[in-house]
């Protein structure tokens, strides 16, 4: 009887984690339609990895590919960077190897978010290339730009917490807490295919910063 229970108990829970992440899906599909998405879930750790990567339950026999964005509905997580036939591998946006272009969002200042290893081992990430006047405050949010087709545009990345000048004086960096605890995200959707992936602005401005189409 009490195997029983267990079963019926964890069988509950999967189907509660199932109906939620499909709540998520119609959430974020309402607001951007053409995003199309793959529910998936972290399966492993990379352990020996300080920028947290991981595997996920899904791959290319369900449509995964490499450069895929990873995200949830509380922002973006990362990159799918290899796949399997029915796995696939994801590195962070605490990464020092991805590279998003990105914006905040009261100022309007542009940047790039990327990863670094102090910052990384504190579950938080970096926006360079700002202007040292920048006028960016604690608190602020940080999106994807939607400037080079990679990532759609709008994606929440993170929070400011902390503005610094450059050792080099020229210009200023932002140190990000995500918006998703990258460490310890369990579920998390794959976009597959998004309006605007692959089409790229010269200017490296967000054409469409008000729509849900671009990239980061």
């Known amino acids: 009887q009490i195997t029983d ?12 984690a199932e109906n939620d992440q499909l709540k998520e899906i119609a959430d974020i599909k309402e607001i951007n339609p ?5 529910p998936a879930n ?3 750790r990379d352990a020996s990895d300080p920028f947290c990567s991981f595997q996920i339950n899904k791959g290319s026999l369900n449509g995964i590919e490499v450069g895929d964005v990873v995200m ?3 922002g973006l997580v990362g990159q799918v960077d290899s796949v399997a036939l029915t796995y696939s591998h994801v590195i962070t946006i605490l990464n020092p190897e991805l590279y998003i272009s990105a914006y905040e969002v009261t100022t309007q200042s542009a940047g790039v978010v990327n990863g670094e290893i102090s910052l990384a081992e504190q579950g938080m990430c970096q926006m360079l290339h700002l202007d040292k006047e920048t006028k960016i405050e604690e608190g602020s949010i940080v999106t994807t730009a939607g400037s080079s087709g990679v990532f759609p545009a709008s994606l929440q990345i993170g929070t400011v917490q ?6 080099n004086g020229i210009s200023a960096y932002a140190e990000i807490e ?4 990258i460490e310890k995200v369990n579920d998390v959707l794959v976009i597959k295919s998004f ?3 692959g089409v790229s602005t010269p200017d490296g401005t967000n054409s469409s910063a ?7």
């Open 178 to 181: 995500p918006m998703v605890d």
């Open 34 to 38: 053409d995003y199309d998405l793959e």
């Open 72 to 74: 949830t509905s509380q």
């Open 210 to 216: 008000n729509t849900s189409s671009g990239e980061g």
């Open 42 to 44: 972290v399966i492993s």
């Open 195 to 197: 309006t605007g992936q």
């Open 162 to 167: 902390k503005i610094s000048v450059q050792e």
């Open 5 to 16: 229970l267990n079963e019926k108990l964890i069988d509950y829970e999967k189907i509660k």
